[in-house]
């Protein structure tokens, strides 16, 4: 589904407006495409040592531009990510990288890492919502949830799909409980510490799901048209392959 049928079903009635002209997720990334501006270190980066009693990886905060950084702010070297939750790419990217980046480099200091969620599918909406549902210690660890778990969460979407559709009509307070239902997401975050009652309080919230397109339409008019997007240090990667990211992350000074 394009992004303009996100914002006819999703969000019509908002004020938001969600014009990105944006393609869903993009085709399968080419490993070895040529990447933005070259980001080199010469020397590897050394290791910082954490806030006393803390580890880097417990370092989160939500950021200016709507998204949460994990690890050390003022790390040499620094990642952000535009995905969709619903994308498969962003999946296997997540499922491939996320032990070594959140097991190794987040800790040792000298990388942080910020996941931006772009709202290119209508359940992209919900999932969002009850990502930022939780306090913001939970927000990506329910990321890595969401993609370890994405074809579980995608069989339930394409078997809810016409409900979903459905529950996109109702008033504004109830539109993205009933989607949210149709599609199993209220039980599967649940499970993973955002209770049903607290999820659907949030999903209620109609402001939430605004902010979430106004994010999107911002992400767009940066020039961001496909998911996943990757910097490193401001310098875009073209290859968004674990594969792509990890060679460049070397490049980095990140070895």
């Not at 589904?1 to 938001?16: E, Q, W």
């Not at 495409?33 to 020397?43: C, D, R």
């Not at 997540?94 to 890492?113: K, V």
């Not at 911002?218 to 310098?235: E, Q, R, V, W």
Request: charged share 20%; glycine share 8%; with cysteine.
């Amino acid at each position: 589904m394009s992004v303009r049928f996100v914002r006819r079903i999703a969000l019509a009635s908002t004020a938001a407006v969600l014009a990105l002209g944006l393609s869903a997720c993009k085709e399968e990334p080419k490993e070895g495409a040529a990447g933005g501006t070259p980001v080199v270190s010469a020397t590897p980066h050394a290791n910082v040592p954490p806030p006393a009693g803390k580890t880097w990886a417990d370092v989160i905060e939500k950021t200016a531009d709507g998204g949460y950084r994990v690890g050390n702010p003022n790390a040499p070297v620094k990642v952000v990510e535009y995905g969709s939750l619903s994308c498969p790419h962003c999946a296997k990217l997540a499922q491939e990288s996320f032990e070594t980046m959140f097991g190794e480099y987040i800790p040792s200091g000298r990388l942080s890492f910020e996941f931006r969620s772009f709202a290119i599918h209508p359940q992209d909406v919900p999932m969002t919502v009850l990502l930022e549902c939780g306090p913001k210690e939970s927000y990506v660890s329910l990321v890595e949830q969401v993609y370890a778990n994405f074809d579980q969460l995608a069989q339930k979407t394409q078997q809810g799909a016409q409900a979903a559709e459905q529950a996109l009509t109702l008033p504004e307070g109830q539109r993205f409980v009933a989607m949210a239902e149709a599609i199993g997401l209220p039980e599967f975050f649940a499970q993973r510490g955002i209770s049903v009652d607290q999820g659907k309080a949030c999903l209620a919230d109609f402001a939430r799901a605004t902010k979430v397109a106004q994010n999107a339409e911002a992400y767009g008019a940066k020039g961001i048209n496909s998911t996943p997007t990757l910097f490193i240090n401001d310098a875009k990667l073209e290859d968004t392959t674990w594969n792509g990211l990890k060679g460049a992350l070397q490049k980095a000074g990140i070895r």
